[in-house]
Each structure stands twice: as structure tokens, then as C-alpha cells.
């Protein structure tokens, strides 16, 4: 990943260059002016700056407006890295609720740094959309896939469609229309919902990421995960986070308290490490990996299963 000189080491070279050019045009000076005797000329030592907290370069955020199927007016954002062009596109289906964009902002700020674009929307009678929250949410999210595929710098991006929770089955329910409009090169299901029966809808390779407390973790993990592999060449992936509750966030330290600013800092760093590792696979056919690995190490003690075990 080709990454651009920072405002903090332009600045220092600029400044080291004058200081430089100052100490020559001073001796040059000095011995025309007869500087002689036992007195002598040294170049100044280089000196020594100190860290100053240069702000970063901020999100390139784009704000998208597109119609519902019903006309209503819904608004998204669709956030680029600094990286051109995009690995891949990241397409987020939201999980169940009246939400906005920033409950996956924890999840954009991973992705970003990776090289990945990464599209999030208000739902209906949520942050800048319009009319009222409580329906018509299936068809929202496939508005919101459109938007989202139809923007012209990212026409050549491949597709990683990563759906959490209801949003599963949304996109399962929708496989088809979604291929119509841009076959997904992947589809990650976080905090599935899908069984064996559903599961097999989607026709692409998939990882299913589920929290080890589901009441439905076998038929939701190992047997759909087995009935994917079953049904399709490619394969599925299956990873289930160890101490986590059903969105993907940690436990290990206790509940989490929905109402602390701080709660998104609680996201699982399994799940998420795993998440971004698969991602990477999918997508490494078509740019090339990212010079290091961002986010966080993994919790100790998760486990992945890359295929089901039988019970």
C-alpha cells in the first residue's frame, strides 16, 4: 500500500533544509567578510523537534441520497480510504432496530485502514432519513445496495456484502435481486440468523461469525455451515467468539451497558480480526494485501472452525 508522507515528516525535512542552507549562506559570507585567525566556523547541530500531535488527514466521507422503493428519501455515506482505489467495496447490512450509520463506526474504522471502501446508511426515520421508522426494512437495505454499487469510481470494485443479525435474512430472502444489481464476491454473516434451510440462499462463498451464547448455536453454526459446504463448491467458514453476546460484543468483563459512550469500544477483537482476515482472502485476488495488519490481536481462547464437526 503505497502511504503518503505525513505533515508532521514534510515539515521537519523543510525545515532541516533551512537550516542547512542558512549555516552554508553564514560560512560563505564569513570568508568573504576575512573570517581568519583561530576562530572557526561549525554548522550548527541539527536540532531536535519535539512530537507535536499533527492531526491526520480526515475520513473521506461522501454522503449518498437514494429513494426507497416507496419514495421515501433514505441517506447513506459511503466513507473511501486514502489508499486508490479501493480494495473492495464493504457494503453493511444493519442489524435489527432503529439505527444509524454510527452503529457500525467502530466497524467502518477498522475496515478503512485495510484499504477497504465501506458503505453505512440511516435507516428509515433514522439520523438524515426521512419518513418513519417500522417498515419496509428488507427493502431499505437492498435501496441501500444499490446506492451503494452504483457509484462511479467504484463500478470495478468487487462486493463484500457484510450483513449482521436480521440483516441475514434480509439478504438471504433478497440473494437474487442483490446478484441482479451486483453479484457479491462475499457475503459475511455476522450474529446469524440462517439455518441450514436458509443458508443455502445464499449463493456465494460466506463466513458465519456467531457468539457462542446463541440457544441456537448448532443450527445456526456447524449444521448450516455443513449445509453450505454441501450445497456449493466454494465452501463456507465458520468462527464462533468465545465469551461474546449476540451483536459481537465482549462479555468476558460483564454486560454490556448500551448506555455508555464508550460501549463500541467493547467490540469483540476475534471476531473482528477474524472478519478482516477473511476479507483480506476474498479480496486478495484482485489488489494487493496492505503492508501490515491494523487492528487489534485476537482475545486469547477464540477458536475457528473452517469446517463443521459432527455431532
Same mark, same amino acid.
Given at each position: 500500500?503505497?502511504?503518503?508522507?505525513?505533515?508532521?515528516?514534510?515539515? *521537519?525535512?523543510?525545515?532541516?533544509?533551512?537550516?542547512?542552507?542558512?549555516?552554508?549562506?553564514?560560512?560563505?559570507?564569513?570568508? +568573504?567578510?576575512?573570517?581568519?585567525?583561530? =576562530?572557526?566556523?561549525?554548522?550548527?547541530?541539527?536540532?531536535?523537534?519535539? &512530537?507535536?500531535?499533527?492531526?491526520?488527514?480526515?475520513?473521506?466521507?461522501?454522503?449518498?441520497?437514494?429513494?426507497?422503493?416507496?419514495?421515501?428519501?433514505?441517506?447513506? &455515506?459511503?466513507?473511501?480510504?486514502?489508499?486508490?482505489?479501493?480494495?473492495?467495496?464493504?457494503?453493511?447490512?444493519?442489524?435489527?432496530?432503529?439505527?444509524?450509520?454510527? =452503529?457500525? $463506526? *467502530?466497524?467502518?474504522?477498522?475496515?478503512?485502514?485495510?484499504?477497504?471502501?465501506?458503505?453505512?446508511?440511516?435507516?428509515?426515520?433514522?439520523?438524515?432519513?426521512?419518513?418513519? *421508522?417500522?417498515?419496509?426494512?428488507?427493502?431499505?437495505?437492498?435501496?441501500?445496495?444499490?446506492?451503494?454499487?452504483?457509484?462511479?469510481?467504484?463500478?470495478? =470494485?468487487?462486493?463484500?456484502?457484510?450483513?449482521? =443479525?436480521?440483516?441475514?435474512?434480509?439478504?438471504?430472502?433478497?440473494?437474487?435481486?442483490?446478484?441482479?444489481?451486483?453479484?457479491?464476491?462475499?457475503?459475511?454473516? +455476522?450474529?446469524?440468523?440462517?439455518?441450514?434451510?436458509?443458508?443455502?440462499?445464499? $449463493?456465494?462463498?460466506?463466513?458465519?461469525?456467531?457468539?457462542?451464547?446463541?440457544?441456537?448455536?448448532?443450527?445456526?453454526?456447524?449444521?448450516?455451515?455443513?449445509?453450505?459446504?454441501?450445497?456449493?463448491?466454494?465452501?463456507?467458514?465458520? *468462527?464462533?467468539?468465545?465469551?461474546?453476546?449476540?451483536?459481537?460484543?465482549?462479555?468476558?468483563?460483564?454486560?454490556?451497558?448500551?448506555?455508555?459512550?464508550?460501549?463500541?469500544?467493547?467490540?469483540?477483537?476475534?471476531?473482528?480480526?477474524?472478519?478482516?482476515?477473511?476479507?483480506?482472502?476474498?479480496?486478495?485476488?484482485?489488489?494487493?494485501?496492505?503492508?501490515?495488519?491494523?487492528?487489534?490481536?485476537?482475545?486469547?481462547?477464540?477458536?475457528?472452525?473452517?469446517?463443521?464437526? &459432527?455431532?
Amino acid at each position: 500500500m503505497i502511504r503518503p508522507v505525513s505533515t508532521k515528516s514534510a515539515l *521537519y525535512t523543510a525545515q532541516h533544509s533551512l537550516l542547512l542552507l542558512r549555516a552554508l549562506v553564514i560560512g560563505l559570507l564569513c570568508v +568573504l567578510a576575512g573570517c581568519s585567525g583561530g =576562530s572557526s566556523f561549525a554548522l550548527a547541530p541539527t536540532p531536535t523537534f519535539a &512530537e507535536t500531535n499533527v492531526p491526520t488527514d480526515p475520513i473521506n466521507r461522501r454522503e449518498v441520497g437514494f429513494a426507497a422503493a416507496d419514495g421515501i428519501m433514505l441517506a447513506g &455515506e459511503l466513507a473511501l480510504p486514502t489508499a486508490q482505489p479501493p480494495r473492495a467495496l464493504i457494503v453493511i447490512m444493519h442489524h435489527s432496530g432503529p439505527v444509524d450509520r454510527t =452503529s457500525y $463506526a *467502530y466497524m467502518r474504522d477498522l475496515l478503512l485502514p485495510e484499504g477497504y471502501a465501506v458503505f453505512t446508511f440511516d435507516k428509515r426515520g433514522n439520523g438524515a432519513s426521512a419518513g418513519t *421508522y417500522g417498515c419496509c426494512e428488507a427493502t431499505d437495505a437492498l435501496a441501500a445496495y444499490q446506492a451503494a454499487t452504483s457509484q462511479p469510481d467504484l463500478q470495478s =470494485s468487487p462486493v463484500i456484502i457484510v450483513a449482521q =443479525s436480521i440483516g441475514t435474512q434480509y439478504v438471504a430472502e433478497q440473494f437474487t435481486a442483490l446478484q441482479a444489481i451486483k453479484p457479491p464476491t462475499a457475503v459475511a454473516l +455476522l450474529s446469524s440468523l440462517l439455518g441450514p434451510a436458509e443458508i443455502t440462499a445464499v $449463493a456465494t462463498p460466506v463466513i458465519v461469525i456467531v457468539a457462542d451464547s446463541e440457544a441456537a448455536l448448532e443450527r445456526i453454526g456447524p449444521q448450516a455451515v455443513a449445509a453450505h459446504q454441501h450445497a456449493f463448491p466454494y465452501g463456507a467458514t465458520l *468462527y464462533i467468539a468465545e465469551h461474546a453476546e449476540h451483536t459481537l460484543f465482549d462479555i468476558a468483563d460483564g454486560p454490556i451497558d448500551w448506555d455508555d459512550p464508550n460501549w463500541a469500544e467493547r467490540y469483540h477483537r476475534g471476531a473482528m480480526s477474524q472478519l478482516i482476515a477473511w476479507i483480506h482472502e476474498r479480496t486478495a485476488c484482485c489488489m494487493p494485501p496492505p503492508a501490515a495488519a491494523t487492528f487489534l490481536p485476537l482475545i486469547t481462547k477464540m477458536h475457528e472452525r473452517t469446517a463443521p464437526t &459432527e455431532h
